[in-house]
């Protein structure tokens, strides 16, 4: 039995979009993460609730597929792309998904107005068998930075984060600047 050379292995992705405006945010992550192979497989999901939904959706996701790998996708014939419509749950079948492609990266959204107790975002990263890269919009994510916890940083070159109002007697956090290792040529630097 002949083996494949381990630099001849094809990358799978498996990217979930659902119908939400926030579908192209996701999908041009999974092809960003796509440019970094040569040879890759990437798997697009849209999972619904009913049967009778199938074909509808799969018509726009084949729109939206196509219209991002030819905005963002790259000029290399060695990708292979799949887009697949399931029905149930979108947490249970996107992931099974993965599992069963035998995806190396899993690549959701973590978007809109969702109770934070019930994230379907956090029910995959439960049950993901595989990296996944979760995303979100950055104005969603960071709060504006305290004018006087600026004032701090910049006054303390960063030994010290928060000013007295946003610090917290507790557990000591400790923040460094870590330098570039010197190059090891490929070898861990562990």
């Not at 690549?107 to 068998?129: E, K, T, W, Y």
């Amino acid at each position: 039995m002949a083996t494949a050379r381990p630099d001849s292995r094809r990358f799978r992705i498996v990217a979930a979009l659902d119908e939400s405006e926030y579908a192209e945010i996701v999908l041009e992550h999974a092809i960003d993460q796509a440019a970094r192979h040569e040879r890759v497989d990437l798997h697009f999901v849209t999972v619904v609730d009913r049967a009778a939904r199938v074909d509808p959706v799969r018509a726009r996701l084949a729109e939206t597929v196509l219209h991002g790998l030819e905005t963002f996708g790259t000029s290399t014939s060695d990708w292979r792309s799949w887009m697949h419509v399931l029905v149930g749950s979108p947490a249970v079948e996107t992931t099974s998904l993965a599992g069963d492609v035998r995806a190396d990266l899993l690549v959701i959204g973590r978007f809109g107005v969702h109770d934070p107790r019930r994230s379907l975002a956090d029910r995959m990263l439960a049950l993901a068998s595989c990296p996944t890269l979760v995303v979100n919009l950055k104005e969603d994510v960071v709060a504006p930075l305290c004018p006087e916890c600026a004032r701090v940083r910049e006054d303390t070159s960063a030994d010290r984060l928060f000013c007295p109002e946003h610090s917290t007697e507790g557990p000591l956090h400790i923040a460094a600047l870590v330098s570039r290792p010197p190059s090891t040529r490929g070898g861990s630097v562990w």
